[in-house]
């Protein structure tokens, strides 16, 4: 009887994670065992369907001389062959699992290679073939044999090889198929790109090497002490000099040491040896567990500063170096992140050596999201599914066994968006019994059946606090759990705002234990013409837009203005006093580290400039403590003027992540009240050859139009309510809360018609009456401008009344206007970067100055950004704006309309006119891309206002 030949449908279809890998393993980057990097340039044929090509191309002599090149590691779409898609949620093929399309891009790779010189005799030991990450399903043969089959991108495979290899021209051959059943469990809300994206690697396996190992090193506070056991798949011994250690394997141990945690990662080198490898440790003694209802670590409660973290680079996708990984791990500590949601995949195994080195709480999430079948209401989705339960498995053994060994993962997660279902469960129970010393977390399960944290994704502010009281009601078993936001905060475009007022909560009660800001980066992808593509700039039959831009680094890496404002708040350091009483209230915010590291300084400072500083003794405050610290007597000859202390937290010595002097935490309070500026009315307004003169200031005596300052012109000066909408203010389309922007948009608000109703000349003031209203309807503002002179100053109030029945807060509320020429800007106020009502936390008050260029944030959908907060004096184009009360400044080489239009960065050309918006307040910018809106407190309600600006031209 003849067996059928499997055909390509077959095992990509199949549910099954594949066939002829080795069990998994944990990882190690080195031994002094021989290894092969065959990463580097393979030759490459793409085929637009699974099936088209035959399998010939894996036998020996096959010519692949009319082949193309791509590198390995990579992505092919990313390298000229086809084009990336991007989807949130949705499948981009039709959903009927395990089924996937006929039309499936398959990227064949071809890599020939020689054994090093050195490489030991062939029939000394075996070898092993390692494959870190493959997207989606990859079929493998080596010199014309078939070694098998794997899914599970994220995942390392391995195959046995040493059979196989030959001194000189081996030929390895790898079939990757965009889309195969696997593809049902990885919708994880990022482009999808296949290819051979991560390490390929050929490793040596000596007679008696070292094969699997688990590294149990728990830390008991009370005593002091770490008890480290080594179970090995082969005998050997571990040492571990620095402790004295020198034991065989599965032979536990107890030794003064000491605990690593994210904030002193205390890490111990040591060596664990069979006969036939040593492979070097890097053990880290601490104990995870959940007791009194709170996650702790080594006995005390953490509070989780976190971020969830898809890798990303622009040009080379999910590819990442270790460079980049290095550099994601230094700014996530320079800016007080102690935590990482590996969202929704285990990283690159580098990255956890990292936060082991570095010191970061990890939650080690699996390579599964099945969030499309929510489109179904779950119906068929796999994870509720018997057949799929091995696949599930399999998944979540690879990451277990790989990553065992890191003391930075405190967490095991199950996945992400996946619904409920048995394979969780089971999935669960493996994870509890193969490893029941870290907690299991997964967000899709509010009764907390299968795990030991209650997690939740953009609760508005009401409901944690709830939650933190222990009113949510619920399954008693989750009441009984410690709380977690594993998504909170949605960074995309301007914002988050809000991030201050949750961490109020989270420092306010103990049960909530923090939260991870959604996400760490921008996932743009560099294009020539668009600057940063996202979604649908490729031509996808179904994508999410620039939802996939939606993190706190822009996609070059730089830090935008929500890393700035998330740095600050959740800084490790409280300082805070109000300068009334000579003192200042320090606390320690660690969960386990004291102030010893830290040198403390002040500064006083009047109008934004520094007059007098020094160091500020401050004890080495324990996890939890507060001082009130003495802060000396104001300088005697400090000049008169608004008054502030500023007092830093700094690093007193270089630490792994920053130099000495790094900053990690600032605060600044009033010393002195501030004058607001007055313009006696003095000066008479002048008329003739149709134009009025007041002071400096020039209008046109028919309209009341300002003309000019001075020698300065200005152009259109007018009341201005419109700013162009954040991804935060058009809020995602399945928010049920009602969406700022469209809201604003249904009824005109971008389109104000501006009526005169009046101009009066009196004897020490010329006032303009108008109404802005929307064309079409009832409701609108009336606004008056007053304008007074002292004959030197112009004073402009305004006065606003709202008219008509408002059901929407107004974008922002202020005036604009054109100057021909204006390259820099100076300015006493908040800064040095763009803040909000709610997102201005990281602002300090002081003197700061700009190019009008750098005034602008690069967000890669062009939106509304840039204002600066507080300011109580601009200088620009020739001219000093003082405001009463204290005002947002923004200035753009183009209309808000223009940016409103943008859709990329680059559609914003600059004009010949500055445009300049003085505002008296602004909506809040919340997080409704996916999470909550502005809290009230932030809303700007259409009710009367007055404020005022003082115009001087300055000296030539």
Same mark, same amino acid.
């Given at each position: 009887?003849?067996?059928p030949?499997r055909?390509?449908?077959?095992?990509?279809?199949?549910?099954?994670?594949?066939?002829?890998?080795?069990?998994?393993?944990? &990882?190690?980057a080195?031994?002094?065992?021989?290894?092969?990097?065959?990463?580097?340039?393979?030759?490459?044929?793409? %085929?637009?369907a699974?099936?088209?090509?035959?399998?010939?191309?894996?036998?020996?002599?096959?010519?692949?001389?009319?082949?193309?090149?791509?590198?390995?590691?990579?992505?092919?779409?990313?390298?000229? /062959?086809?084009?990336?898609?991007?989807?949130?949620?949705?499948?981009?093929?039709?959903v009927?699992?395990?089924?996937?399309?006929?039309?499936?891009?398959?990227?064949?790779?071809l890599?020939?290679?020689?054994?090093?010189?050195?490489?030991?005799?062939?029939?000394?030991?075996?070898?092993?073939?390692?494959?870190?990450?493959?997207?989606?399903?990859?079929? +493998?043969?080596?010199?014309?044999?078939?070694?098998g089959?794997?899914?599970? %991108?994220?995942?390392?495979?391995?195959?046995?090889? @040493?059979?196989?290899?030959?001194?000189?021209?081996?030929?390895?051959?790898?079939?990757v198929?965009?889309?195969?059943?696997?593809?049902?469990?990885?919708?994880?809300?990022?482009?999808?790109?296949?290819?051979?994206?991560?390490?390929?690697?050929l490793?040596?396996?000596?007679?008696?090497?070292?094969?699997?190992?688990?590294?149990?090193?728990?830390?008991?506070?009370?005593?002091?002490?770490?008890?480290?056991?080594?179970?090995?798949?082969v005998?050997?011994?571990?040492?571990?000099?620095?402790?004295?250690v020198?034991?065989?394997?599965?032979?536990?141990?107890?030794?003064?040491?000491?605990?690593?945690?994210?904030?002193?990662?205390?890490?111990?080198?040591?060596?664990?040896?069979?006969r036939?490898?040593? +492979?070097?440790?890097?053990?880290?003694?601490?104990?995870?567990?959940?007791?009194? *209802?709170?996650?702790?670590?080594?006995?005390?409660?953490?509070?989780?500063?976190?971020?969830?973290r898809?890798? &990303?680079?622009?040009?080379r996708?999910?590819?990442?170096?270790?460079?980049?990984?290095?550099?994601?791990?230094?700014?996530?500590?320079?800016?007080?992140?102690?935590?990482?949601?590996?969202?929704?995949?285990?990283?690159?195994?580098?990255?956890?050596?990292?936060?082991?080195?570095?010191?970061?709480?990890?939650?080690?999430?699996?390579?599964? #999201?099945?969030?499309?079948?929510?489109?179904?209401?779950w119906?068929?989705?796999?994870v509720?599914?018997?057949?799929?339960?091995?696949?599930?498995?399999?998944?979540?053994?690879?990451?277990?066994?790989?990553?065992?060994?890191?003391?930075?993962?405190?967490?095991?997660?199950?996945?992400n968006?996946?619904?409920?279902?048995?394979?969780?469960?089971?999935?669960?129970?493996?994870?509890?019994?193969?490893?029941?010393s870290?907690?299991v977390?997964?967000? @899709?399960d509010?009764?907390?059946?299968?795990?030991?944290?209650?997690?939740?994704?953009?609760?508005?502010?009401?409901?944690?606090?709830?939650?933190?009281?222990?009113?949510?009601?619920?399954?008693?078993?989750?009441?009984?759990?410690?709380?977690?936001?594993?998504?909170?905060?949605?960074?995309?475009g301007?914002?988050?705002?809000?991030?201050?007022?949750?961490?109020?909560?989270?420092?306010?009660?103990?049960?909530?234990?923090?939260?991870?800001?959604?996400?760490?980066?921008? /996932?743009?992808?560099?294009?020539?013409?668009?600057?940063?593509?996202?979604?649908?700039?490729f031509g996808?039959?179904?994508?999410d837009?620039?939802?996939?831009?939606d993190?706190?680094?822009?996609?070059?890496r730089?830090?935008?203005p929500?890393?700035?404002?998330? *740095?600050?708040?959740?800084?490790?350091?409280?300082?805070?006093? $109000?300068?009334?009483? @000579?003192?200042?209230?320090?606390?320690?915010?660690?969960?386990?580290? $004291?102030?010893?590291?830290?040198?403390?300084?002040?500064?006083?400072?009047?109008?934004?400039?520094?007059?007098?500083?020094?160091?500020?003794p +401050?004890?080495?405050?324990?996890?939890?403590?507060?001082?009130?610290?003495?802060?000396?007597?104001?300088?005697?000859?400090?000049?008169?003027? #608004?008054?502030?202390?500023?007092?830093?937290?700094?690093?007193?010595?270089?630490?792994?992540?920053?130099?000495?002097?790094?900053?990690?935490?600032w605060?600044?309070?009033?010393?002195?009240?501030?004058?607001?500026?007055?313009?006696p009315?003095?000066?008479r307004?002048?008329?003739g050859?149709?134009?009025?003169a007041?002071?400096?200031?020039?209008?046109?005596?028919?309209t009341?139009?300002?003309?000019?300052?001075?020698?300065?012109?200005?152009?259109?000066?007018?009341?201005?309510? &419109?700013?162009?909408?954040?991804?935060?203010?058009?809020?995602?389309?399945?928010?049920?809360d009602?969406?700022?922007?469209?809201?604003?948009?249904?009824?005109?608000?971008?389109?104000?018609?501006?009526?005169?109703?009046?101009?009066?000349?009196?004897?020490?003031?010329?006032?303009?009456?108008?109404?802005?209203?929307?064309?079409?309807?009832?409701?609108?503002?009336?606004?008056?401008?007053?304008?007074?002179?002292d004959?030197?100053?112009?004073r402009?109030?305004?006065?606003?009344?709202?008219?008509?029945?408002?059901?929407?807060?107004?974008?922002?509320?202020?005036?604009?206007?054109?100057?021909r020429?204006a390259?820099?800007?100076?300015?006493?106020?908040?800064?040095? @970067?763009?803040?909000y009502?709610?997102?201005?936390?990281?602002?300090?008050?002081?003197?700061?100055?700009?190019?009008?260029?750098?005034?602008?944030?690069?967000?890669?959908?062009?939106?509304e950004?840039?204002?600066?907060?507080?300011?109580?004096?601009?200088?620009?184009?020739?001219l000093?704006?003082?405001?009463?009360?204290?005002?947002?400044?923004?200035?753009?080489?183009?209309?808000?309309?223009?940016?409103?239009?943008?859709?990329?960065?680059?559609?914003?050309?600059?004009?010949?006119?500055?445009?300049?918006?003085?505002?008296?307040?602004?909506?809040?910018?919340?997080?409704?891309?996916?999470?909550?809106?502005?809290?009230?407190r932030?809303?700007?309600?259409? #009710?009367?206002?007055?404020?005022?600006?003082v115009?001087?031209?300055?000296p030539?």
């Amino acid at each position: 009887m003849s067996v059928p030949r499997r055909t390509a449908v077959d095992y990509v279809e199949d549910v099954s994670p594949g066939s002829g890998t080795l069990p998994p393993r944990a &990882w190690y980057a080195s031994s002094d065992a021989k290894a092969l990097s065959l990463n580097g340039e393979w030759l490459f044929r793409l %085929s637009p369907a699974a099936g088209a090509e035959d399998d010939s191309f894996a036998r020996e002599g096959f010519d692949a001389g009319g082949w193309g090149r791509i590198a390995v590691p990579g992505h092919w779409v990313l390298q000229g /062959h086809g084009s990336p898609v991007y989807t949130n949620h949705r499948y981009p093929f039709p959903v009927d699992p395990p089924r996937v399309p006929t039309e499936n891009p398959t990227g064949d790779h071809l890599r020939v290679f020689d054994l090093p010189p050195d490489w030991p005799d062939l029939g000394d030991g075996g070898a092993v073939l390692r494959f870190e990450g493959v997207e989606s399903c990859a079929r +493998v043969w080596l010199n014309g044999t078939e070694l098998g089959t794997f899914k599970g %991108s994220r995942l390392p495979h391995e195959f046995a090889v @040493g059979r196989l290899l030959r001194t000189a021209g081996n030929v390895l051959a790898v079939r990757v198929h965009q889309w195969s059943s696997g593809s049902y469990l990885e919708d994880q809300d990022q482009w999808w790109l296949p290819g051979v994206f991560r390490d390929v690697t050929l490793s040596h396996r000596p007679v008696d090497g070292v094969r699997d190992f688990f590294v149990h090193a728990g830390y008991d506070h009370r005593a002091g002490t770490g008890t480290l056991r080594v179970d090995s798949a082969v005998p050997g011994r571990v040492t571990v000099p620095a402790l004295g250690v020198d034991v065989p394997t599965g032979e536990p141990v107890t030794v003064p040491a000491k605990p690593w945690s994210a904030e002193v990662p205390r890490l111990y080198d040591g060596v664990l040896a069979t006969r036939g490898e040593r +492979v070097p440790l890097r053990i880290g003694f601490r104990t995870v567990e959940i007791s009194d *209802g709170l996650l702790k670590v080594n006995g005390r409660p953490v509070l989780l500063k976190g971020v969830n973290r898809h890798e &990303w680079h622009p040009q080379r996708g999910r590819a990442l170096d270790p460079a980049t990984m290095r550099e994601d791990v230094l700014l996530m500590k320079r800016h007080n992140i102690n935590a990482v949601r590996t969202s929704h995949y285990p990283p690159h195994p580098l990255f956890l050596d990292l936060c082991d080195e570095y010191g970061l709480w990890v939650i080690d999430e699996c390579d599964l #999201e099945t969030h499309g079948f929510a489109e179904a209401g779950w119906r068929d989705n796999p994870v509720d599914d018997d057949r799929w339960t091995p696949a599930l498995l399999d998944r979540a053994a690879r990451m277990v066994e790989r990553d065992k060994n890191h003391p930075s993962v405190v967490l095991w997660s199950l996945g992400n968006e996946a619904g409920t279902g048995r394979g969780l469960t089971a999935m669960a129970e493996w994870i509890h019994g193969r490893d029941p010393s870290r907690p299991v977390h997964y967000e @899709g399960d509010p009764d907390c059946r299968d795990t030991d944290v209650y997690t939740r994704m953009y609760a508005p502010h009401a409901e944690v606090e709830r939650i933190g009281r222990g009113l949510d009601g619920g399954p008693r078993k989750r009441r009984r759990l410690p709380f977690l936001l594993c998504e909170y905060a949605h960074a995309m475009g301007n914002g988050p705002g809000g991030l201050a007022d949750y961490q109020r909560l989270f420092e306010s009660y103990e049960r909530l234990q923090g939260g991870f800001v959604w996400e760490w980066i921008d /996932h743009g992808i560099a294009h020539p013409e668009l600057g940063y593509a996202y979604g649908g700039d490729f031509g996808e039959e179904l994508h999410d837009g620039n939802f996939v831009c939606d993190g706190l680094l822009f996609p070059d890496r730089r830090p935008s203005p929500g890393l700035a404002e998330y *740095g600050k708040v959740i800084e490790p350091v409280g300082i805070a006093g $109000d300068g009334g009483n @000579g003192t200042v209230r320090v606390t320690d915010k660690y969960d386990t580290a $004291d102030l010893s590291a830290l040198a403390f300084s002040w500064s006083y400072q009047v109008d934004g400039e520094t007059v007098a500083s020094g160091p500020l003794p +401050v004890p080495p405050l324990a996890p939890g403590e507060s001082a009130d610290v003495r802060l000396p007597a104001p300088p005697p000859d400090a000049p008169p003027g #608004e008054a502030h202390w500023l007092v830093r937290a700094a690093l007193a010595a270089d630490a792994p992540w920053a130099a000495r002097g790094h900053v990690v935490a600032w605060g600044q309070f009033p010393a002195s009240r501030r004058t607001a500026p007055r313009v006696p009315a003095t000066a008479r307004p002048r008329t003739g050859d149709g134009v009025l003169a007041l002071g400096p200031g020039t209008f046109d005596a028919r309209t009341g139009a300002l003309v000019a300052i001075g020698e300065v012109a200005v152009g259109g000066l007018r009341l201005d309510v &419109w700013r162009a909408p954040t991804d935060n203010d058009e809020g995602a389309a399945w928010q049920s809360d009602p969406r700022c922007g469209p809201r604003w948009r249904a009824i005109g608000l971008h389109r104000m018609r501006h009526r005169l109703d009046g101009v009066e000349c009196g004897e020490d003031a010329l006032t303009v009456r108008t109404r802005v209203a929307p064309a079409g309807r009832e409701l609108g503002l009336s606004a008056v401008y007053r304008w007074t002179s002292d004959g030197n100053r112009l004073r402009l109030a305004v006065r606003v009344v709202p008219e008509g029945d408002w059901t929407v807060p107004l974008p922002r509320l202020g005036i604009r206007f054109g100057l021909r020429t204006a390259d820099r800007v100076r300015w006493f106020g908040g800064g040095p @970067g763009e803040a909000y009502p709610d997102t201005r936390t990281a602002a300090a008050v002081g003197r700061w100055q700009a190019a009008v260029d750098d005034l602008q944030t690069p967000y890669v959908r062009p939106q509304e950004n840039g204002a600066r907060i507080d300011v109580r004096w601009a200088e620009l184009g020739g001219l000093r704006v003082e405001g009463d009360p204290l005002f947002l400044l923004t200035a753009r080489r183009w209309t808000t309309e223009r940016l409103d239009a943008a859709a990329h960065r680059t559609d914003l050309v600059p004009g010949d006119t500055v445009w300049v918006n003085l505002d008296h307040a602004h909506h809040g910018i919340g997080s409704r891309s996916c999470g909550p809106g502005p809290l009230p407190r932030y809303h700007l309600r259409p #009710e009367p206002a007055e404020f005022s600006f003082v115009f001087s031209p300055l000296p030539s």
